[in-house]
T-cell receptor, first 119, second 116 residues
Framework: GAVVSQHPSWVICKSGTSVKIECRSL??????MFWYRQFPKQSLMLMAT?????????EQGVEKDKFLINHASLTLSTLTVTSAHPEDSSFYIC???????????????FGAGTRLSVL | AQKITQTQPGMFVQEKEAVTLDCTYD???????LFWYKQPSSGEMIFLIY??????QNATEGRYSLNFQKARKSANLVISASQLGDSAMYFC?????????????FGTGTLLAVQP
């Protein structure tokens, strides 16, 4: 159980275009989904926390208008990189935590990540 | 502020041997959770093991065990009988229960290479 699907796994786009990444919890309902960015050989950096039915909470330094997050249902959150530029090239990975679990043990289950290359 | 430290950027281990990956943490919250994740070269983050701050016993999950020393604020991951498929990045993470959100803070990771 606790499978998180992320799509696409790899996307190449032209500079100036927008890219949408989907994150779905397949066999559980996710109160909260998280979006991370990871540069090569570095740790995960939290970009934003997405709660179903409400606006996402962005971490300091993350541009809200650049990285649009929509969490329309308990099983789907999307991240849209608007007007992507080469510096946005990175590995983006989402995670989801299950409704009802005790907060301290609330395990985040991760998607397989999306490798974005902006040319 | 909470912090996770992994001091080993990389390690080698022989197949079938045990290996310990170090993790120390800092928090002022008496209630917190500690997690270990594995990230193979394919990129996905795989949850391995969880330890709660009030748990009396060290967590174990198959070949994974967590050596939790609360007074020393360490939560080392022990992998027994290493396998070639264990080669990956390993991240230690922590969440404070008293926080307003469910955010995880990750360490910088340890790259484990299992040699045949």
């Amino acid at each position: 159980g606790a499978v998180v699907s992320q799509h696409p796994s790899w996307v190449i786009c032209k500079s100036g275009t927008s890219v949408k990444i989907e994150c779905r919890s397949l066999d559980f309902q996710a109160t909260t989904m998280f979006w991370y960015r990871q540069f090569p050989k570095q740790s995960l950096m939290l970009m934003a926390t997405s709660n179903e039915g409400s606006k996402a909470t962005y971490e300091q330094g993350v541009e809200k208008d650049k990285f649009l997050i929509n969490h329309a249902s308990l099983t789907l959150s999307t991240l849209t990189v608007t007007s992507a530029h080469p510096e946005d090239s990175s590995f983006y990975i989402c995670s989801a935590s299950q409704v009802g679990q005790m907060l301290a043990k609330n395990i985040q289950y991760f998607g397989a990540g999306t490798r974005l290359s902006v040319l | 502020a909470q912090k996770i430290t992994q001091t080993q950027p990389g390690m080698f281990v022989q197949e079938k041997e045990a290996v310990t990956l170090d993790c120390t943490y800092d928090t002022s919250d008496p209630s917190y959770g500690l997690f270990w994740y594995k990230q193979p070269s394919s990129g996905e983050m795989i949850f391995l093991i969880y330890q709660g701050s009030y748990d009396q016993q060290n967590a174990t999950e198959g070949r994974y065990s967590l050596n939790f020393q609360k007074a020393r604020k360490s939560a080392n991951l022990v992998i027994s009988a290493s396998q070639l498929g264990d080669s990956a990045m390993y991240f230690c993470a922590m969440r404070e229960r008293g926080g307003a959100t469910n955010k995880l803070i990750f360490g910088t990771g340890t790259l484990l290479a299992v040699q045949p």
